[in-house]
């Protein structure tokens, strides 16, 4: 098995000297564990989080072992009787190239009559997509008519979010960087798309919105979330998904309109998409529904290879992707 792990723990930027890409012996299998010849990697900015040594609501990266993550892969053994050889998985065990499995890692057996690709998994039917759709429709509580503000919309979550929403019959102002994404995010049906490249978030926003927001889905903070404090109508929901603005330098959030939150009386709750699990049979039926019927799309960046995981990954950073940035081995 060849599988990336964590050799120190990145301050700021991570490095790849932080990191390596290892031989390591495969295990015999347990009862009621599996091998998994791995398709698709998923690279996410929660990894990020992971590799400081922190407390948080997913254990930190360990020095020295495999790191792990969104994967798709294909069952090649088998001491678990309800998995068979041939079998497509959805699990936890990403950033290498086989894997042995168990309970810890999640695995999902995929239908293999849906009729999509194994990569959809690992976005719209996966962690992104029930991230956009949770965040948007429980946390937010978004609903017809409201005016919603997406930030980093053209990333995989974001766009998600954009489709949901114009489903649901909103109003939706993205934010991208640079006219491409843009022009993307347009695509995928928003009323307006705001370009941070080009000038300051809030006085476009102003522009965009000019009646204010109801709903901000927050990627990224920082300037964004000020934007969104700034512009909001009363009883604003704000769901707070990342903040990518600040994930290497951990510098202070400069938030002068949080003031705001006291007349407009607005919510802003954070939220991991696990919080919704009793809920996930409910959202691969209506979000299986789109994907299969075409409602909702997706773009994918694809890196080739597993020694390209580390550069998706780093490259989450720096805008390097539209849409979902995934690995194919």
Known sequence: MRAWVLKSRPKGMPQPSDFDLADLPDQPLADGQLRVRNLWLSVDPYMRGRMNDVKSYVPPFQLGEPMTGGAVGEVIESKNPGFAPGDKVLHMAGWRDTATIGAES??????????????VWLHNLGLTGGTAYFGLLRTAEAK???IVFVSAAAGAVGSAVVQIAKLKGMTVIGSAGGPDKVAFVKELGADACIDYKAGPVLPQLMEAAPNGIDVYFDNVGGEHLDAAFATARERARF???????????GKPQELRYIIRTIPT??????????DYFPEIGTFQQEMGAWVTGGKIK?????REGLDSTLDAFLGLFSGANTGKMLVRL
């Open 106 to 119: 999640m695995p999902q057996k995929l239908p293999a009559d849906m009729g999509v690709s194994d990569d």
């Open 144 to 146: 017809a008519g409201d």
């Open 239 to 249: 769901a707070i998904c990342g903040m990518i603005d600040v994930y290497n330098d």
């Open 298 to 302: 997706a773009r994918t960046t694809v």
């Open 265 to 274: 009386r607005l919510t802003m709750r954070g939220f991991i998409w696990t």
